[in-house]
Nanobody, 123 residues
Framework: QVQLVESGGGLVQAGGSLRLSCAASDRTFSTYAVGWFRQAPGKEREFVAGISWSGSSTYYADSVKGRFTISRDNAKNTVYLQMISLKPEDTAVYYC????????????????WGQGTQVTVSA
């Protein structure tokens, strides 16, 4: 069982930046694709970004393309989400998930989830 722990969330002004981290407890994490999702109050969880196990392929939701960058360091069992030019509509709890069996963008495809980290962007 892989445990995932997100960190790096917080309160930031619009236009600011944050870097989220997703650290895993098990080295098998380095063999898994990983996705970042977010959920705002009253809304469904939505796909933000995904990365293949090697890091060679990345995927983004249209709403974050050009502003967010997903990356990974398999030696550290960690995946990152660098977020710049943040907007108030980016406010949400951000979750990382690992080991999708199917589409990166489908939350139901993932086997492992973290507890989430809150990102709040003030206007």
């Amino acid at each position: 069982q892989v445990q995932l722990v997100e960190s790096g969330g917080g309160l930031v002004q619009a236009g600011g930046s944050l870097r989220l981290s997703c650290a895993a407890s098990d080295r098998t994490f380095s063999t898994y694709a990983v996705g970042w999702f977010r959920q705002a109050p009253g809304k469904e969880r939505e796909f933000v970004a995904g990365i293949s196990w090697s890091g060679s392929s990345t995927y983004y939701a249209d709403s974050v393309k050009g502003r967010f960058t997903i990356s990974r360091d398999n030696a550290k069992n960690t995946v990152y989400l660098q977020m710049i030019s943040l907007k108030p509509e980016d406010t949400a709890v951000y979750y990382c998930a690992a080991h999708p069996r199917g589409s990166y963008a489908s939350s139901v495809a993932y086997s492992y989830w973290g507890q989430g980290t809150q990102v709040t962007v003030s206007a």
